[in-house]
């Protein structure tokens, strides 16, 4: 199946600072969606990019999937205490299921 | 409340040991999956059912054993659990396998700690 390299593995801001995660593929992607996990929680969906060069926009959360499909990035604006947690990338979904990258986590300073 | 449940929230046991965690979905979803999660490894299948009766392998499936009777529910299944399963385990639930465009919802999450 497909499969998909997320950077950064960790990411540390200062709270207001904003942050980036790229999701980068050797192949042009189905789609792409987008996964954040609290501390201690279980994965909660955020949203899914099947256009190419779509950009979605959810309050402070910029998502972007690439014009060939095969990269795709999450940007938060001045982040908040709240938003401490991994974020994953994830494509698929067809019979066999989602492939999910290994996440970026989140860690911010106040 | 639509929603997957799993239990238990954690288990502790010993090598060789059978377990199951069992998961339960009331969204009438067709799609079942199992995922591992480890540190520095993300999230990966074990093993998927698109339905009934249907089942198949996912990316780890080796020591593990699924099975799914009834649509709501589809236990996992340890039949002698070693240390190199130690892992939080979830299971998710999906309107359908055509269903390309519908977001994965996961249970809670079972930690698993086998010594």
């Known amino acids: 199946g497909q499969q998909v390299m997320q950077i950064p593995q960790y990411q540390h801001v200062q709270e207001g600072e904003d942050f980036t995660t790229y999701c980068n593929s050797s192949t042009t992607l189905s789609n792409i969606q987008w996964y954040k996990q609290r501390p201690g929680g279980h994965p909660v969906f955020l949203i899914q990019?099947?256009?190419?060069?779509e950009v979605k926009k959810q309050k402070r959360l910029t998502f972007q999937f690439g014009e060939a499909k095969k990269n795709s990035s999450l940007h938060i604006t001045a982040t908040q205490t709240t938003d401490v947690g991994t974020y994953f990338c994830a494509t698929g979904g067809g019979a066999d299921g989602l492939t999910f990258g290994k996440g970026t986590h989140l860690i911010i300073q106040p | 409340e639509a929603q997957v449940t799993q239990n238990p929230r954690y288990l502790i046991t010993v090598t060789g040991k059978k377990l199951t965690v069992t998961c339960s979905q009331n969204?009438?979803?067709?799609?079942m999956s199992w995922y591992r999660q480890d540190p520095g490894l993300g999230l990966r299948q074990i093993y998927y059912s698109m339905n009934v009766e249907v089942t198949d392998k996912g990316d780890v499936p080796e020591g593990y054993k699924v099975s799914r009777k009834e649509k709501r529910n589809f236990p996992l299944i340890l039949e002698s659990p070693s240390p190199n399963q130690t892992s939080l385990y979830f299971c998710?639930?999906?309107?359908?396998?055509?269903?390309?465009?519908?977001?994965?919802?996961f249970g809670n999450g079972t930690r698993l700690t086998v010594t």
């Open positions: 969204m009438n979803h067709e799609y």
């Open positions: 990019l099947v256009k190419s060069g």
């Open positions: 998710a639930s999906r309107l359908s396998s055509g269903a390309a465009n519908s977001p994965l919802h």
